[in-house]
């Protein structure tokens, strides 16, 4: 499992500025695609024989591991494996913030409005660019935010990921297929 959080991020620790090209773009993103899916050959199987590991019994490394390979997959994976991770989560046994994210995302490719402000889309606006994906009951997020761990606002997260954030944000009008 260390080994598959190191692959899961070593591929995705790259400086975006050389990217040069939207095909270079593509390529990119379709090798990233294709790690993700060999890593979820080697965890899913994992998960259906003895379900969301616990921390305490895989470690800290290995917990992460597991979060990324399902954070990088799709909707059912995620419907699927989400409700395993809070449960553990509200013992201690997972990460509250990584829940947190995965709850966000799974909201996400709902196309519904996230509830802890972490998740970004570059599809959102006609122009374009990363913005912080429409938040449900933006005056309170960064109170939800604390309380489940977050040491950052999601104004801080928006400029940390480099993508604009505003308030009132509103859903994307056409369906977009978020789901790998």
């Known amino acids: ?3 598959i959080y190191d692959i899961d991020q070593s591929i995705r620790s790259i400086d975006w500025d050389t990217i040069s090209s939207p095909e270079a773009s593509v390529a990119f993103s379709m090798k990233v695609m294709t790690l993700d ?3 979820q050959t080697k ?3 994992i998960l259906e024989q003895h379900g969301w590991l616990p921390r305490s019994k895989v470690g800290d490394k290995a917990a992460k591991a597991i979060f990324y390979v399902v954070q990088h997959s799709n909707l059912v ?3 699927k494996y989400l409700p ?3 449960q553990l989560a509200k013992h201690g046994e997972a990460s509250a913030t990584d829940a947190a994210k995965m709850r966000d995302r799974l909201l ?3 196309g519904k409005k996230q509830i802890y402000g972490t998740q970004t889309a570059g599809w959102v606006r006609a122009e374009g660019g990363q913005v912080i994906w429409p938040i449900e009951d933006v005056k309170n997020v960064n109170k939800r935010r604390k309380e489940v761990g977050f040491t950052t606002t999601v104004e801080e997260d928006a400029k940390r990921l480099g993508a604009q954030f505003d308030p009132n944000e509103e859903l994307p009008k056409k369906k977009t297929d978020t789901q790998q």
């Open 77 to 79: 994976t995620i419907e």
């Open 37 to 39: 899916s060999v890593n």
């Open 1 to 3: 499992m260390e080994e």
């Open 43 to 45: 965890v899913i199987p």
């Open 84 to 86: 395993q991770m809070e």
């Open 108 to 110: 996400m490719f709902q």
